[in-house]
């Protein structure tokens, strides 16, 4: 079959539409004009402001080093693009390729690149969660909001979730020397992303540094003075806590709402993709023209059983909006995969702490260089017999080894040098969490099937009845022209 001489030209020169417009959308952008095309680029965003960089927020803001307005993202290029910022996308009509839009637009294309991201979870009481003082931390004024209640020196904050975000907040706790408390639904910090041996490991850190780190336990309520600012909360095993500030550091969701009646697979992990970013819709079958990037796609990956890997971090968007951008614009046979190991990094009580790999996707677990006892190490996780993540504490040199034996499903114990080991190298459990426990998720999620979850429900396309009833008339019309030529 050949190729329509303007397939290109349509390409290169026509419209396109990208929906979200933070790290991946800017990166895709910018992608998007180093490829060649030349045509209207429409960028919208829910936030007004600029595009800016997320990690700082929950660090260098929350000491007071950087305004949580001085962290926009540097532009590499000029992309000429039409911004239309502080105004959120609320529809896709994708057999009219348009984006209806929060203030009556619609906006059209030949091209839809979702970027939508993921939001904070909210403290799910509402009068509770409008209190004043009770906090979440996701956009740049969660950041200056949160900040500025750090820097009035409050009597006691309390930190709900242990998670990375959660993590990291408590130790700028400390370091501005705040009471802070952590209470933590899982049996350790960070349990849900690298297992309870590695949070064991992390639970010490916080409580040496002075966090009152209170795990197995959940915040059942939050109370308010006469004045509607939070004053106390109250545990699930009956205690109580005298505060001023709260941070529910309880997870993120998939900004995917807007996506509703599209017919597009979007559901509770983000959108679905394949490894070349173009979305599936709801039967599982490809678009030609919708792709996804940044925290809000999930897409199969080969390391990991072609599961589908949906992940958070900064280098996810970056590659993926590279991706995307490149087989938005370029002919079939030159698109590229997306297959990205996953990194992270998140600096806290003033340990360095990096992964590489999924290590959630693992249920073996053994230390290879350095002392857990001194929180200087390097440990690998395995599932049947390959390495599938690693983490590192102030350890990262060893980071890029493991990536390698990531990268060629390398075997489980992993090879290793034969310096820097550990007094006690055996093969332990991982021990994640059991799912369900929502401050527990890990922050790289392999979405696959459960047979436990029936989860999964066929809805036919409602032109199908139209369809069968069109095919039935032009078989009836055949049958008549072979009798009239027989």
Not at 19 to 29: D, E, K, P, Y
Not at 191 to 212: H, K, T
Not at 290 to 297: L, N, Q, T
């Amino acid at each position: 079959m050949s190729t329509p001489k303007n397939e290109n030209a349509i390409k290169k020169n026509g419209r396109i539409v990208i929906v979200g417009a933070s790290l991946a959308g800017l990166r895709a952008a910018e992608a998007l004009r180093n490829e060649g095309f030349t045509g209207h680029l429409t960028i919208i965003g829910d936030e007004p402001h600029d595009p800016y960089d997320r990690p700082p927020l929950s660090k260098q803001v929350q000491k007071g080093w950087v305004r949580a307005d001085h962290t926009k993202l540097p532009r590499l290029r000029e992309i000429n693009a039409e911004w239309k910022l502080g105004v959120a996308a609320t529809s896709l009509d994708r057999a009219k390729r348009v984006v209806r839009l929060a203030n009556g637009e619609q906006i059209g294309g030949d091209r839809l690149l979702i970027a939508t991201g993921v939001r904070a979870r909210q403290w799910p009481n509402r009068e509770e969660a409008a209190l004043k003082g009770v906090f979440t931390l996701r956009t740049c004024d969660d950041a200056a909001h949160l900040q500025a209640a750090l820097a009035a020196n409050p009597r006691r904050v309390l930190v709900i979730g242990a998670g990375f975000i959660g993590s990291e907040v408590a130790s700028v706790c400390r370091t501005l020397g705040l009471k802070v408390t952590v209470a933590e639904r899982a049996a350790a910090p960070l349990a849900g992303a690298l297992g309870n041996v590695i949070g064991a490991i992390a639970a010490e850190m916080q409580r040496d540094a002075g966090v009152d780190l209170r795990t197995g336990v959940s915040v059942s309520a939050l109370e308010g003075d006469a004045k509607g600012h939070v004053r106390r909360a109250h545990l699930s095993d009956g205690s109580t806590l005298d505060i001023d500030v709260v941070l529910a550091s309880l997870g993120s969701i998939r900004n995917v709402e807007w996506l509703d009646g599209s017919g597009l697979a979007a559901g509770f992990w983000g959108v679905a993709c394949d490894a070349g970013c173009r979305a599936f819709d709801i039967h599982g079958v490809v678009t030609d023209h919708i792709f996804v990037a940044g925290d809000v796609a999930r897409s199969p990956h080969v390391l990991y059983e072609y599961q589908f890997l949906s992940t958070e971090f900064w280098g996810n968007a970056v590659l993926g909006a590279q991706i995307a951008a490149h087989n938005m614009v370029c002919a079939e046979t030159d698109r590229r995969p997306y297959l990205l190991v996953p990194s992270n990094w998140s600096g806290q009580f003033g340990v360095n702490i990096k992964t590489i790999g999924v290590p959630a996707f693992g249920d073996e677990l053994i230390f290879t260089q350095g002392s857990p006892k001194h929180r200087r190490f390097a440990a690998a996780y395995g599932r049947r017999g390959r390495i599938v993540g690693a983490v590192t504490f102030d350890h990262g040199k060893w980071l890029q080894f493991y990536k390698a034996q990531i990268m060629r499903s390398g075997p489980f114990p992993p090879l290793q040098a034969e310096f820097d080991l550990p007094a006690d190298m055996r093969v332990i459990p991982a021990d994640f969490p059991a799912r369900g426990v929502p401050t527990a998720a890990p922050d790289v999620v392999l979405t696959g099937h459960d047979p436990s979850e029936r989860v999964a429900e066929y809805r036919p396309r409602t032109a199908r009845a139209e369809i069968r009833k069109a095919a039935t008339a032009a078989n009836k019309e055949q049958k008549k022209q072979w009798r009239v030529a027989s």
